[in-house]
C-alpha cells in the first residue's frame, strides 16, 4: 500500500512565486487535512476536508488555499509564496470516526 | 496559544531510566491519540484513548486518559536510545471534529546509551 504520498520532498521556491503540494492517499479515506510544522510549534492545521468538495479552515489558514475535487486528492497552493512559509509539510488522512491519522513523508519548503 | 501543551519540551535521560511526558488542556477531548515522530518521517500512531480514566499498556509504555478527559500521560519504563523521537498528543475535541485532529507541540526525548 503506498498510503499517503506527497510531492515534492524538497522545494526552494522566491518570495511571491507560486506553488502546489501535491497530496494523494490510496485507502480512501474520507478526511484529509494539511499541518504545518516548525519548530517548537508542533503540528499546525492549516485546512482540512471532511470529502469530495467539501473543505474548511484550521488554525493558520491564512496565505493558502485548497480544493479536494476526489477522494484521492487534496493539493495546497501558496498564493503567493512568502518566507513566513518556510515549514515542513504534512498532509494526513483518516477514516471517519476518529481513527488513526495516517501522514505522508513531509514536504520541506524553504521560500527564500 | 495551542490547544493542548505538552510537558516538558525536552527530555534527555540515560538507558534504564523512566520518564513521563504530560498532555493538558482546558478542553475535554473525545478522544486522544499519541503518536511518534522520528526525524525526516510523518508522526506514526502509538494509541489512542477515548475513556476517562483509561489506561493503555504498549511493552513498555503505559498511556493515562484523565478522569474528566483533558489531559493525558505518557510513561515509559527503562528507556531504550531506540525510544528516542518527538511524542505529540492530538485530539478530537467532538465527535463532529473528526477531520480537525489538533496536535501539541511536543516533547522530544533523548535516551542516550
Known amino acids: 500500500n503506498a498510503g499517503v504520498t506527497q510531492t515534492p520532498k524538497f522545494q526552494v521556491l522566491k518570495t511571491g512565486q507560486s506553488m502546489t503540494l501535491q497530496c494523494a492517499q490510496d485507502m480512501n479515506h474520507e478526511y484529509m487535512s494539511w499541518y504545518r510544522q516548525d519548530p517548537g510549534m508542533g503540528l499546525r492545521l492549516i485546512h482540512y476536508?471532511?470529502?469530495?468538495?467539501?473543505?474548511d479552515q484550521g488554525e493558520v489558514p491564512n496565505g493558502y488555499n485548497v480544493s479536494r475535487s476526489t477522494t484521492e486528492d487534496f493539493p495546497l497552493r501558496l498564493l503567493p509564496a512568502a518566507p513566513s512559509q518556510t515549514s515542513v509539510y504534512f498532509c494526513a488522512s483518516r477514516l471517519q470516526g476518529g481513527t488513526e491519522a495516517f501522514f505522508g513523508q513531509g514536504t520541506r519548503l524553504t521560500v527564500v | 496559544t495551542q490547544l493542548l501543551e505538552q510537558s516538558p519540551q525536552f527530555l534527555s535521560i540515560q538507558e534504564g531510566e523512566n520518564l513521563t511526558v504530560y498532555c493538558n488542556s482546558s478542553s475535554v477531548f473525545s478522544s486522544l491519540q499519541w503518536y511518534r515522530q522520528e526525524p525526516g518521517e510523518g508522526p506514526v500512531l502509538l494509541v489512542t484513548v477515548v475513556t476517562g480514566g483509561e489506561v493503555k499498556k504498549l511493552k513498555r509504555l503505559t498511556f493515562q486518559f484523565g478522569d474528566a478527559r483533558k489531559d493525558s500521560s505518557l510513561h515509559i519504563t527503562a528507556a531504550q536510545p531506540g525510544d528516542t523521537g518527538l511524542y505529540l498528543c492530538?485530539?478530537?475535541?467532538?465527535?463532529?471534529?473528526?477531520?480537525?485532529?489538533?496536535f501539541g507541540a511536543g516533547t522530544q526525548v533523548v535516551v542516550t546509551p
Open positions: 492530538a485530539g478530537d475535541t467532538t465527535t463532529d471534529s473528526w477531520g480537525k485532529l489538533q
Open positions: 476536508s471532511v470529502g469530495a468538495g467539501i473543505t
